[in-house]
């Protein structure tokens, strides 16, 4: 009798979950069975909306890259439907195939299972977002946002930009991971310069005089480490942005503004806001989550009390902040992991992940700004750099991405730290 392959499950398709199932391919053949179960049939590339809604663009037209193509040529099965149920003990995933209302149940059956589902943007927690607050984090805010700046709408009224308190967990948290107020600050300071260029540009005005930030922070962009977070600080204020510290959570949003629950408050016409990074509802009663849901591993992205579940991306503890090039660093380590565990390569061969923060945000004029840092881990790396070229590098990084369908050469992101380090 033919010996069974091994299946592999992973759940979530987008940047971790992506780069993890066609990396895993090719690192271990024709070895094992790969099946990804993914809500949607296209990848949201979420870096760019901000650049695609500032220039007066439908991310839906350019930020919706579809992978079922790639999946084919990888011989990777895939199915459309929502998760519901992870049992560790049976080894199986419970799922609804979304495709068509009213499908039953259906379940699969893993050797290894890769989490890679993100997380869930609890926008529906903050009082008042659906009336008169705004995001970039998906095509639909960004499209309603885009119509409101675009199409006469918006009245020159001030924009606040800032984030709600990320709840990270802290259950078997590693000494080296800090707390994190704030899940991602980088769209908040991306967003802050492109519309103040905007302003200027469409609005005529002499400065950014009319763009407030606000962070639940002590700094804005503590990921990046004080002295970056600092750099930035003096470069927004240099342009007449204002911040708003320890704002401690949004209470509300209204027509006129936002109110903080610590009692202070910021006058707006446009709310521009990122809320709290939620686990998914059927992770949080799970063996293998934190106090807040999200998923136990190791460096090597391994839950430590089941050995053959792996988690990458935002749904991972470790994952702080909630950054696109932290899961696309550690699908390469699970890849290579789960190759070893099969014996396919030598376990020497395999990496622990290497938190390291890595950000390119949109400025404007056709300018980005750079960021790469482990100063927040304690680390000596840290660097934050401006200009046109950089602007190049993350416009090239998403045609890149989607040649080569969610796989950029091993070599790519080394090359463009290097550049980014030492040119500019």
């Known amino acids: 009798m033919e010996k069974r392959k091994p299946q592999i499950v992973v759940l979530g398709s987008n940047f971790a979950g992506l780069t993890t199932a066609r990396l895993l391919r090719k690192e271990i053949k024709d070895n094992a069975d790969i099946t990804v179960i993914d809500r949607k049939s296209y990848l949201l ?84 977002f659906a009336e008169y607050g705004s995001a970039v984090s998906d095509s639909f805010n960004g499209n309603k946002l885009r119509h409101y700046l675009w199409d006469g709408a918006y009245k020159g009224g001030p924009i606040a930009i800032g984030s709600a308190l990320f709840e990270q967990g802290d259950t078997d948290r590693p000494a080296w991971l800090p707390t994190l107020k ?14 103040g260029n905007w302003q200027k540009e469409h609005r005529h005005q002499k400065d950014a005089s009319l763009i407030h930030m606000f962070t639940p ?32 959570n949004i209470k509300r949003i209204t027509a006129d503004g936002i109110e903080f629950t610590n009692g202070k408050s910021m006058e707006a016409e446009i709310k521009l806001v990122l809320p709290n990074w939620e686990a998914h509802a059927f992770l949080k009663s799970l063996p293998i989550v934190d106090n807040k849901g999200f998923v136990i591993t190791d460096t090597y992205m391994r839950n430590p009390k089941y050995k053959n579940i792996f988690a990458v991306g935002d749904c991972a503890a470790l994952s702080v902040p909630k950054l696109g090039a932290i899961g696309d660093a550690q699908a390469r380590v699970v890849a290579k992991q789960i190759a070893a565990d099969l014996g396919i390569i030598e376990q020497s061969e395999c990496k622990q ?40 590098m993350k416009m090239s990084f998403r045609m890149m991405y989607y040649d080569t369908g969610g796989t950029p050469p091993p070599w790519g992101l080394p090359l463009a730290e290097w550049v980014g380090d030492k040119i500019g």
Not at 53 to 76: A, C, G, I
């Open 45 to 128: 590339f979420v870096p760019n909306i901000p650049e695609t809604v500032m220039s007066n663009r439908n991310p839906q037209y350019d930020m919706h890259m579809e992978f079922l193509r790639f999946y084919k040529e990888d011989h990777t099965h895939f199915i459309k439907a929502n998760v519901n149920e992870i049992d560790p003990e049976s080894q199986t995933v419970t799922f609804t195939p979304n495709e068509r209302p009213g499908q039953t149940g259906e379940k699969i059956r893993y050797d290894y299972l890769v989490i890679a589902v993100g997380c869930r943007l609890a926008y529906d927690h903050i009082e008042g």
């Open 353 to 392: 992940w290497e938190p390291m923060v890595i950000c390119w945000g949109t400025m404007g004029d056709h300018k980005a700004f750079y960021l790469h840092s482990n100063l927040f881990y304690g680390g000596d790396v840290g660097y934050l750099k401006m200009g046109h070229m950089y602007y190049m």
């Open 182 to 195: 704030a899940a991602c600050e980088g769209p908040v300071m991306e967003m802050a310069m492109l519309l």
């Open 217 to 248: 922070g002590e700094i804005l962009g503590e990921d990046a480490g004080t002295v970056l977070a600092d750099q930035f600080a003096k470069l927004a204020e240099g342009m007449g942005e204002t911040i708003l510290y320890d704002t401690d």
